[in-house]
């Protein structure tokens, strides 16, 4: 579903559009524009297409699990091999250099 009369916008629309987001548009981007504004305004139209049902019933309170999922935390090193890298290490725990630090 396109916005109430966006397909019939002119040249003169446009620019009108583009002035009141700041942006400079000259006579001969006018063409490309229209094409690039109803190619956006197409595609917009077809997310009223997605199916809201099955993602209702995912059994997941929101939907924003299909953009990100949950991060998995998992140790890249176990604790030995950690230290054993370490340039420091105090009471299992790997001491960092102070960078703030006067010398």
Known sequence: MRP???DRKT???LLEIGA?????IHADEIAALAVEVQRVV???ATLAELDD???ASSGRDDSTHLLLDDDIVAPS???RELLAQ???HAD???VAPNFGAEP
């Not at 009141?20 to 400079?24: S, V």
């Open 77 to 79: 090193l176990s604790r």
């Open 53 to 55: 049902e099955a993602l």
């Open 20 to 24: 009141r987001a700041a942006l400079e």
């Open 4 to 6: 109430d009369g966006f």
């Open 42 to 44: 197409a595609f917009v």
């Open 92 to 94: 299992g725990l790997v």
């Open 86 to 88: 370490a340039r420091e």
């Open 11 to 13: 040249g003169a629309d």
